[in-house]
């Protein structure tokens, strides 16, 4: 099999373990700062600064990287020998799956010989890291590439997203809420618990109380697992790091007895600005060898 490079969109938030783990390249997304100049993610601009912004009450836009972005990333390896498996953001979120393909159409013509994947992941942040994961460990054990991209419908089909924040205005601002606008209008203290589904925020139901919230996201995830944990990774997420991580893994493990089993994420930039920064929840992938 021929020798290859992974690289992902920063919309995964792929931890730097991972990614070193996995040796996996990120191509950033570009975040702007209430209109000024667009800085790439993770590279210019800091997930702890985006938040910082947010707490100033202004909003930030984000842009998909170029397609010389991705020329530029993907030349090197390309140069070297090596094949390209690039996977990127839901197209239902974003066309960083489309400028990639462009990219790959453009440098086919230098290099015949190579091959190159633009791949939808299906999924977004963290799902997207899970899907990313699942797809490396199959290429690290020797599986085609071919195989493995064929199975990432069905490992996007089996990963789960269950979350809760504070507002919704965030992603009602970023269009990005779905049907999960049924919930707008709550009283005081009412948290959305909601999930993403097919690359859209669904609702799954609300309830009263940040505790509540934390509870009612293991109950549902426990659904997801179907008693069966030693088969999916499971991990907690946030936007604000590692206070929320331990709440959410000592609720996770007093509510349902489960523990998370693998490395827990920041949702960036990219996703950031359309969950804004209260975002807390769990997130699970089932294994490759169990689909």
Known sequence: MAKYK??????????????????????PYYVSLNGRDYLKEGKEITQKELFEFFETGKMSKTSLPSIDDYISAFRPELEAGKDIICFCLSQKLSGSVQS???????????????????????????????????????????????????????LAKNSAIIFTVD???????????????????????????????DAEVMPVTKVRGRKKALDTICREFEKFIGGEPEKYL??????????????????????????????????GATIGTHTGPTAIGLSGIKKYEYL
């Open 6 to 27: 992974i690289f992902t969109d920063s919309a995964a938030d792929m931890p730097k373990r991972l990614l070193e783990l996995h040796d996996i390249t990120v191509i």
């Open 100 to 154: 990639a393909a462009n990219a790959a159409e453009i440098l086919k013509e230098d290099f015949p010989d190579r091959k190159i994947y633009a791949v939808d992941s299906l999924q977004a942040t963290c799902g997207q890291a899970l899907v990313i994961c699942e797809c490396a460990r199959m290429l690290e054990n020797g599986i085609a590439p071919e195989t493995v991209l064929s199975k990432v419908p069905e």
């Open 167 to 197: 507002s919704l205005e965030h992603l009602q601002k970023g269009g990005r809420i779905g049907r999960a606008a049924a919930l707008l209008g709550t009283i005081l203290n009412i948290k959305p618990i909601l999930s993403l589904e």
């Open 234 to 267: 499971i991990i907690t997420v946030s936007c604000s790091g590692k206070d929320a991580w331990e709440e959410m893994r000592l609720t996770l493990e007093k509510t349902t007895g489960l523990e998370p089993n693998f490395d827990s994420m920041v949702v």
